[in-house]
């Protein structure tokens, strides 16, 4: 009999996470699957759970959780030489990897599914020794939107991220950094830069669009200058998907990063505190098999 791995984060989605783990279980059974049921209890659960579906050859994985559990979960896979196909249930604040990629945001229909066939290859990409899904923040206000509260994130979503980042906005914070990539160095002071691999960031399914899920590339924003008047023009492009033409901003596109900064900076991976400046970075084209609704 096939096998399915379902890992669970209890303290994502609310009072309805265990309501909607027992339909997710409920389709898997219905499917034929062998289901193996896993909960995190602590950081770096789902990690080890995913990499224990590697190596007990599991054919389907599946994830129920937010950016932070599925971020574990990528990690857990992403150098095992056998790879289960994997999906997610979104079931966190802003489910930015699950936006970018087309599984459906309310965690009911993407349990339904769950029933469909369609995979793609997707991209993933290393920073260090650790693997991401779909950003990477650096600079003074991807340490204030990690610092967001639980709470905070959970009354204003989205909007959470956009305040707090703001803030520092508004505080004229730069840095200096240093950016090799497959085209030569740049060299400036910027208040930010994103490393996406796909187009949402902190919810905003418009904030780096000529990102897609298995282009090969990782697409680096640098954002040069700050000031209230920056915050309401970047913030309009933003919500007309237009970003990447605004003047404070540059974009590049490539394969490897390696950055310093002029300070130790840690970065915000997937919503999370990451490493620390200086550090590589490569992309892993097509690198994970996902379950993706065709009509998504």
């Known amino acids: 009999m096939k096998k399915a791995m379902i890992i669970f984060n209890p303290s994502s989605g609310k009072e309805e996470a265990e309501t909607y783990k027992e339909r997710a279980l409920t389709v898997l059974d219905a499917l034929g699957y062998k289901i193996v049921e896993k909960e995190t209890e602590k950081k770096d659960d789902a990690t080890i759970f995913a990499k224990q579906a590697c190596e007990e050859k599991i054919e389907f994985l599946v994830a129920m959780g937010g950016d932070g559990t599925i971020n574990e979960v990528i990690n857990g896979l992403a150098n095992q030489p056998y790879r289960p196909v994997f999906s997610v249930i979104p079931l966190g604040t802003v489910n930015d990897f699950a936006r970018a990629i087309g599984i459906p945001l309310e965690p009911d229909i993407a349990i339904?599914?769950?029933?469909?066939?369609?995979?793609?290859?997707?991209?993933?990409?290393?920073?260090?020794?650790?693997?991401?899904?779909?950003?990477?923040?650096?600079?003074?206000?991807?340490?204030?939107?990690?610092?967001?509260s639980i709470e905070k994130k959970t009354k204003l979503g989205s909007l959470a991220y956009l305040l707090e980042g703001a803030k520092?906005?508004?505080?004229?914070?730069?840095?200096?950094?240093?950016i090799q990539h497959d085209h030569g160095t740049w060299k400036g002071t910027a208040i930010l830069i994103l490393i996406g691999l796909t187009n949402s960031v902190g919810g905003f399914e418009k904030m780096i669009t000529n990102a897609e899920i298995n282009d090969g590339l990782l697409h680096v924003y640098i954002f040069k200058k700050s000031g209230i008047a920056s915050i309401v023009r970047m913030g309009t492009k933003i919500l007309l998907g237009t970003l990447k033409e605004d003047d404070g901003v540059e974009v590049i596109t490539t394969k490897n990063v390696y950055m310093e900064s002029d300070r130790p900076l840690f970065c915000n991976v997937d919503g999370d505190e990451g490493i620390c400046t200086p550090f590589e970075m490569k992309v892993l084209p097509k690198h994970l098999e996902m379950l993706i609704p065709k009509n998504s």
Do not use: P
């Open 168 to 178: 520092v906005v508004i505080s004229n914070e730069e840095v200096g950094f240093t």
């Open 112 to 148: 339904e599914a769950l029933k469909m066939s369609n995979t793609e290859l997707v991209d993933i990409a290393q920073i260090g020794n650790k693997y991401f899904g779909n950003i990477v923040a650096i600079g003074e206000i991807a340490s204030s939107v990690a610092n967001t």
